[in-house]
């Protein structure tokens, strides 16, 4: 591991879940969070070509790399397989990400949520491995990995064809330990056995691990009063060996705040904190959610314009709270200015991203239901 990898932050500033204001990013809002973050000594900034319709990437120019010396911070981001359809669009996405960020170079660079099927198939079709590790020949890239949504078993192939690479992004939280389809613990120990550095993406499973119902929380608060429920879910990846550093999307102020006060002078879980855990994933376990962690890789390409992480979040808090008029409000405030459950003609682009390989279509229907009666 080299020595920027060593003096990695523990908490990274994710840049997916940008604040936004009537549909775009505030990028006011985005240069205070950004100067909390790096006030408190954090400098991992993580991107890609597809956040916020590909506008993730200027903002970070905007809010970091115009405000910032280039040498206070790193900045990361993607290689998108789906947007590759010859060979010369490599060198086109690249050029325009670095353009979009103005920056000479990326600090660290990922191949896009690499899976079993059409995404692994692209990058070894156009030997995006070799390409990578040719632009850190070149300087354009300082560190080169993937961020990873496939089995355990071509995690093996993977990095038995490719010990150059540096590290490897995966999904890690509690709740997934025993997720059969993440099946994030195996991936967490293949990388382990291997001494391979681990970024974590959805540590709080998109917003999921940080609201909770009333009686989950108050074991939570029983144990630690003063800290947030989000807190427990960071303070549990940031208790594992390996882990280089936690990406948090960070939507304002507050999120920022209190992030990084679990990340100054960090506590690792106690044994007796590790076993509420245990507990309350049991007992998430044991309530009928949908895994969604709100990444919208499924609307960009949607042709109804179904905001299906909305309505993901309107039924899962429906189900454990079926009387919620607050919910159904949402829902009909969602519907004023994108499509419908009931809209989804079937087409199955969504679930061809979808990292969590939900049954969306299925969903969907459910939530029309539900939602559209």
Known sequence: MSIMLDQMPKLGFGMMRLPENNGTIDHEHVCRMVDQYMQAGMNYFDTAYVYHGGKSE????EALVKRHPRESFMLATKLPAWEIK????????FQEQLDRAGVEYFDFYLLHSIEDGSNYDTYVKYDCFSWGMKKKEEGKIKHFGFSYHGSPELLIEILDAHPELEFVQIQLNYLDRPNPVVRSQKLYEILRDRNIPI???EPVRGGMLANMAPEIEAKFKARQPQKSVASWALRF???LPGVMTILSGMSNDEQMKD?????TDFEKLADDEMQIIDDVTDELMSMP???CTACKYCCDGCPR??????????VNTLRRYPDDWRAKNFYSGLTERSGRASDCIGCGQCERVCPQHLPIIELLKEAANILDR
């Open 58 to 61: 200027v903002a970070a120019r």
């Open 86 to 93: 010859k060979e010369s669009d490599i060198e086109r996405i």
């Open 199 to 201: 970024i974590v993406m």
């Open 237 to 239: 990846v940031g208790s």
């Open 259 to 263: 992030n990084i006060r679990t990340f």
């Open 289 to 291: 959610q949908i895994g």
């Open 305 to 314: 314009k179904i905001s299906i992480p909305d309505v993901f979040r309107t």
